[in-house]
């Protein structure tokens, strides 16, 4: 699978919509993740869908959030996007520290207060 930064025939206005339908959608599911955490805390007892969505899901967006980040960098630095695109920069490290909180505290909850 090829970035948006490494796709040739996606240029300009085109990678900007492309990045900003990533941006809309991993937001989308990073609040899912983070509502869904802070609703049910604290975790007192394992519950496999509760890990797999906190940690499983959780991980695999922190992910897809540093490759899309990562892209938009070298998208800006070598002029395919707008130095408006280092706003996207800001907003995906502000949602990534906030999801990170959700797998790492889900395992902290569940040491602290002993899985049954």
Same mark, same amino acid.
């Given at each position: 699978?090829?970035?948006? !930064?490494?796709?040739?025939?996606? @240029?300009?206005?085109?990678?900007?919509?492309? #990045? =900003?339908? /990533?941006?809309?959608? &991993? +937001?989308?599911?990073?609040?899912?993740?983070?509502?869904?955490?802070?609703?049910?805390?604290?975790?007192?007892?394992?519950? !496999?869908?509760?890990?797999?969505? @906190?940690?499983?899901?959780?991980?695999?967006? #922190? =992910?897809? /959030?540093?490759?899309? &980040? +990562?892209?938009?960098?070298?998208?800006?630095?070598?002029?395919?996007?707008?130095?408006?695109?280092?706003?996207?920069?800001?907003?995906?490290?502000?949602?990534?520290?906030?999801?990170?909180?959700?797998?790492?505290?889900?395992?902290?909850?569940?040491?602290?207060?002993?899985?049954?």
């Amino acid at each position: 699978m090829k970035t948006v !930064a490494e796709c040739e025939c996606i @240029q300009g206005k085109d990678q900007a919509v492309v #990045l =900003a339908g /990533w941006i809309a959608g &991993l +937001t989308g599911l990073s609040l899912f993740v983070i509502v869904l955490g802070a609703a049910q805390e604290p975790y007192t007892h394992f519950n !496999a869908t509760d890990a797999l969505v @906190q940690v499983g899901l959780g991980m695999c967006l #922190l =992910a897809l /959030w540093a490759e899309r &980040l +990562t892209s938009a960098t070298v998208s800006v630095l070598r002029g395919r996007l707008s130095k408006w695109g280092l706003m996207v920069i800001g907003w995906g490290v502000i949602v990534w520290c906030y999801l990170a909180i959700s797998p790492f505290g889900y395992v902290e909850d569940l040491t602290r207060f002993g899985a049954r």
